[in-house]
């Protein structure tokens, strides 16, 4: 939540509410013994002047964490940190003397929270902002103020509330080269579990800023998380993001409203297969390959299957009820040291075994009709495929293409296929595959 008052600006989170409701323990703090009563003391680092009264150790290890995740965000935005940024870090508001906090930091703090207190001073094109984070004494939330201390100091704002909180949600996960889901496994809980989910309108929604819950703030970071990695939208994601945090004149909808209807299909695909170790990079649906209908001479359409990713364009739209004959050549491994198997997950006729190939059927609206993008991506049921073998589908539409796995488990896979499909009336037939055989 955020409100504006005479110059002043209060960022107030409520990410601790969610270690408190769920009652979940932090893993790092949990098996350490009460610290007894101890006067808060002065640490710095690099960027950040920490005052705290939980033991040195401990005040060290978190300005490092701070540090490691700065260094992390400041990459990402581009812009060195401005200024140093102060937080006060609380076990114990009974080691505290009166007055050392102002009260709206203590009342945060009381609640098990956290907020980042704000102010700065503006001209036309210049501004002086200091933000100050007031934070229990836990390992996300001081995390999460401070990426919105580093917002306010360096760009002289959080930007959009969607924004503002997805990102410093983020910021508590973030680690360096890894792409993974990561976040708390109560966030995750709640998005595997919710039905129906939050729907990116919804997300983006700025009229629904009031009675905010930690709940809001996974969904923002789901999307967030979504648009920063899936490598359709990041490179617009970035600049977005800047122009957002100089409340320049951008938004959402100017960036990606031609493709706001596939942002929204990937991200309902993305709550719904989240898992830890789902990689959205992965998993990113190729919108710009072209698809054809088989053509009526029988020559066959082609294209590569990898083992390490998500639903892969076949580039062939089928006809419901036409039998097409196909072939899968090659072999591909599971995980690092799996087996390399064929296309037939290395046991015929057996279901959901890891290395089949599998397809599934974007809709579309009518038969022979060319896709329509302005119409809702709909997907089919998964179905079984093979080496090779014929194919009759129910559905009318695109025919894509992956290698059975689970959806979390998809980043140590290896190897690709080569798919060919054609009309099975007519044509030569197809050669046998190749490497039908597991080496
Ligand atoms: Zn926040």
Redesign the pocket.
């Known amino acids: 939540m955020r409100t504006r008052k005479t110059g002043r600006r209060f960022?107030?989170?409520l990410?601790a509410l969610l270690l408190v409701a769920l009652a979940l323990p932090w893993p790092v703090f949990a098996a350490e013994p009460v610290a007894a009563a101890r006067k808060p003391a002065d640490f710095r680092s690099q960027n950040f002047l920490v005052h705290t009264d939980v033991p040195p150790a401990e005040a060290k290890a978190l300005l490092e964490r701070l540090e490691t995740m700065l260094k992390l965000i400041s990459g990402y935005w581009g812009r060195k940190p401005s200024g140093i940024i102060e937080c006060y870090i609380v076990r114990d508001l009974a080691n505290w003397p009166d007055g050392a906090m102002p009260a709206g930091g203590v009342a945060k703090i009381r609640e098990g929270a956290g907020v980042?207190i704000s102010e700065s001073l503006r001209s036309a094109n210049a501004f002086v902002a200091k933000a100050t984070v007031y934070s229990v004494a836990d390992i996300g939330v001081p995390q999460?103020?401070a990426v919105?201390a580093y917002c306010q100091q360096t760009f002289g704002s959080v930007g959009p509330l969607w924004y503002?909180?997805g990102m410093?949600e983020m910021g508590q996960y973030w680690r360096e080269g890894n792409l993974e889901v990561s976040c708390h496994p109560g966030v995750l809980d709640h998005i595997q579990k919710a039905q129906p989910k939050r729907t990116m309108r919804e997300i983006l929604d700025t009229n629904r800023q009031a009675g905010d819950t930690w709940e809001n703030?996974a969904w923002r970071w789901a999307l967030c998380h979504l648009l920063a990695n899936n490598p359709n939208y990041k490179a617009q994601f970035r600049p977005l993001g800047v122009g957002l945090l100089l409340e320049q004149a951008v938004s959402f909808e100017e960036t990606y409203g031609a493709v706001a209807d596939q942002i929204s299909f990937e991200y309902d695909f993305f709550l719904n297969h989240i898992d830890l170790g789902y990689r959205v990079d992965l998993c990113a649906w190729e919108w710009t390959r072209k698809f054809a209908t088989p053509p009526p001479g029988g020559t066959p359409i082609a294209s590569k299957v990898k083992a390490a990713a998500g639903w892969q364009p076949s580039g062939a739209t089928l006809t419901a009820g036409t039998p097409y004959a196909y072939t899968a050549s090659g072999t591909w491994q599971t995980a690092k040291d799996a087996k390399p198997v064929a296309a037939d997950g290395g046991d015929k006729g057996k279901k959901n075994a890891p290395g089949r190939l599998i397809g599934i059927i974007m809709r579309a609206s009518e038969p022979g009709q060319r896709f329509d993008i302005s119409k809702p991506f709909e997907l089919s049921a998964p179905f079984d495929l093979s080496e090779q073998g014929t194919l009759i589908p129910t559905t009318h539409g695109r025919l894509f293409l992956r290698c059975f796995d689970q959806w979390n488990e998809l980043a140590d896979n290896s190897g690709a296929v080569a798919f060919k499909l054609k009309l099975a009336a007519v044509g030569d037939p197809l050669p046998t595959p190749t490497a039908t055989k597991p080496r």
């Open positions: 960022v107030v989170c990410s980042t999460h103020e919105h503002a909180e410093a703030y």
